[in-house]
T-cell receptor, first 115, second 113 residues
Framework: DAGVIQSPRHEVTEMGQEVTLRCKPI?????LFWYRQTMMRGLELLIY????????DSGMPEDRFSAKMPNASFSTLKIQPSEPRDSAVYFC?????????????FGSGTRLTVV | AQKITQTQPGMFVQEKEAVTLDCTYD???????LFWYKQPSSGEMIFLIY??????QNATEGRYSLNFQKARKSANLVISASQLGDSAMYFC??????????FGSGTRLLVRP
């Protein structure tokens, strides 16, 4: 079990550029979550998917953010155009959903810096 | 709306002593789950312990125990015999009936030698 895999680990980009963050959930997990962590706002849930379908995207800050899950083994979070205030650590997590514990497993995160 | 509150931004504890980190929650769901995660300085999120809303006994995992008081809507984490490696951020989280997981603001714990 390789765990939740996020790429890249670090991303530095210039304001206005498009940024794509990637996540590979644990095989068999049917729920996937994207979080953003900043000092000011803590851990915010941006969007989550069940069985590849977006269930709740109310945490997505604005239209510049979009997320997709084209299949059970891959998800992307895209920011276009990026702004300095988007600088944060972005975590992806997955869960099997069934069972009481849910088993939420987090990836190592992507540290995004927008200059 | 679901909400998790951690009122202690920072805590100190002497090595080998026990420490309690506070967490209160608000939900209208009858079925929910409560979690604690540890985030060391390296940044990864490490699952520590889970308590289901219908669990009658408090959860324990090694040196971690969860003091669950349902009527008061609190789910405090107790770490016994603190170790230097316990120094980290600790987050309380709640899973609601839709399986959405939301987090509190965290408590930074520093273990003194």
């Amino acid at each position: 079990d390789a765990g939740v895999i996020q790429s890249p680990r670090h991303e530095v980009t210039e304001m206005g550029q498009e940024v794509t963050l990637r996540c590979k959930p644990i095989s068999g997990h049917n729920s996937l979550f994207w979080y953003r962590q900043t000092m000011m706002r803590g851990l915010e849930l941006l969007i989550y998917f069940n069985n590849n379908v977006p269930i709740d995207d109310s945490g997505m800050p604005e239209d510049r953010f979009s997320a997709k899950m084209p299949n059970a083994s891959f998800s992307t979070l895209k920011i276009q155009p990026s702004e300095p205030r988007d600088s944060a650590v972005y975590f992806c997590a997955s869960s099997p959903q069934v069972g009481p514990k849910g088993g939420y497993t987090f990836g190592s995160g992507t540290r995004l810096t927008v200059v | 709306a679901q909400k998790i509150t951690q009122t202690q931004p920072g805590m100190f504890v002497q090595e080998k002593e026990a420490v309690t980190l506070d967490c209160t929650y608000d939900t209208s769901d009858q079925s929910y789950g409560l979690f604690w995660y540890k985030q060391p300085s390296s940044g990864e999120m490490i699952f520590l312990i889970y308590q289901g809303s219908y669990d009658e006994q408090n959860a324990t995992e090694g040196r971690y125990s969860l003091n669950f008081q349902k009527a008061r809507k609190s789910a405090n984490l107790v770490i016994s015999a603190s170790q230097l490696g316990d120094s980290a951020m600790y987050f309380c989280a709640m899973r609601d009936s839709s399986y959405k997981l939301i987090f509190g603001s965290g408590t930074r714990l520093l273990v003194r030698p």
